[in-house]
């Protein structure tokens, strides 16, 4: 098969550290099959499907399960991500062990949405991540501090009676677990960075030696806490949409590498959790379609990052956070591609229910993006050209 590339410039398939899959327990927000079709249109080629299922990803049969329904859909390799504890609540470890040993191969653990707040827990949860040579990408939510929490905690979240989420709930947890890490000599990831408290904390952990390593998500690049002036239900996620200097630490963290990656946090939900009262709406935010355009508008742009950069955060780094050696790296001669043809001059209209999840929850909805992923491509085959998945 020949490709025309004329104009389109070729990066190593994305790989996605932190994507919310729903399956099993949620379809009717997404499945294996609709969240993988949007990762390959949204150029992505390998994915981490986060242990918030339900049941919980905390045993084998679970990740299996996930891991091969993955493979049957063909369009992206899932990695399923296997819950810390049981229950991803509580303080009793899941088998990490014979996570890691299953046809799964896990070797990325998670306490998504329910950080482990007990230090000994995450002491013993690191210690045995470190023998398995895993990494645990944490949440970074310290949860006595966000008791009942909707938004960031400021002025605008006073003003319409928002409990808020300070920021220190972020760093606190972060700086803990970091000494934690750098005591044990185990890896942690800290997921979704979101305020410029915890770049500080990163930048002290990273100089002394620390194995930590952190992602952002498009949200957090873009969106401030502005959007709460709305009152959209659209715009509640966790962590919270910070700051205006929040958002422009974050972006010059990415660019210089203090931040490693980027991920979506794609958090489907159905639209009676949406479109309700803000303060009984879910958190969370479509995001495997838009991460492109939204890294080329807020980094590509303003030049803090060039296309070799893009492929830095977008491939490289998380493909070495998580162990997979088959991506994130350029193509060795005679190998079967995998890779992300993207038009860089391109723009195109974000619209929900155009995308291909099933839930419809961007919060990029009607912004004209640039970027336009034309072909995805994994192991030699085209998953995803122009617009349309390739089954
Ligand atoms: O906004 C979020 N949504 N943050 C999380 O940590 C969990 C996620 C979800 O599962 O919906
Ligand atoms: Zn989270
Ligand atoms: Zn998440």
Redesign the pocket.
Known sequence: EVLDADGLVALPGFVDLHT?LREPGREDTETIATGSAAAALGGYTAVFA?A?TDPVADNAVIVEHIWRRGREVGLVDVHPVGAVTVGLKGEKLAELGTMARSQADVRVFSD??HCVADPLVMRRALEYTKALDGVIAQ?AEEPRLTVDAQAHEGERAARLGLAGWPAAAEESIVARDCLLAKQTGARLHVCHVSTAGTVDVLRWAKERGTKVSAEVTPHHLLLTDERLATYDPVNK??PPLRTESDVQVLREALAEGVVDCVAT?H?P?APQDKDCEWSAA????LGLQTALSIVVETLVRPGLLDWRGVARVMSEKPAEIAGLPDQGRPLAVGEPATLTLVDPDARWTVRGTELASIAGNTPFEGMELPAVVRTTMLRGRVTAADGKVQR
Do not use: F, I, S, T
């Open positions: 919310h986060m918030n998504d949405g949440h996620v966790n946090d958090a939900h879910r958190p969370g935010m």
